[in-house]
């Protein structure tokens, strides 16, 4: 089995590392003591806000299902649809690799979100309301 490798955050400021939580990080350098390290500082990554993804699964993936056909239990289907058909390609070899909604960033997510949009608005005529023209909660009757 692999180790798990633990992830630590913080800010720069004035030149100097300001980890978020020093004393786990002095924790897990007690545990590699008399090994040699290697330690990568790199912009921490950003990841999709908890709005924006209540708005996908509240109000983009209820419409496509309406639109498309699917039944209210098929929500998990719905969003694999909406990543086949919009965050995936074909490479050289013919092998379809579909994106992960997870893994994207708010600008990469915002990205898939216009490309529904476009898509739903060629295809059903329908357009799909901006994140602050609806309200929502995390299911639409």
Known sequence: MKDIIPRFTGKVVKG???RDDPARYALYLASLEGKRVEELVQPEKSTRS?????YYFGVV???????AGFRQSEKDEAHQALKIWKASYTDEKGIIHIEKTSKMDNKRFLQYLDDIAAGILEMWG???PEPNEYSYGDEIE
């Not at 908890?50 to 209540?54: E, I, K, V, Y």
């Not at 993936?61 to 639109?67: C, G, R, S, T």
């Open 50 to 54: 908890d709005p924006l993804n209540r």
């Open 16 to 18: 100097r590392l300001m």
């Open 126 to 128: 329908v357009i799909v």
């Open 61 to 67: 993936v209820p419409l496509f299902m309406e639109l």
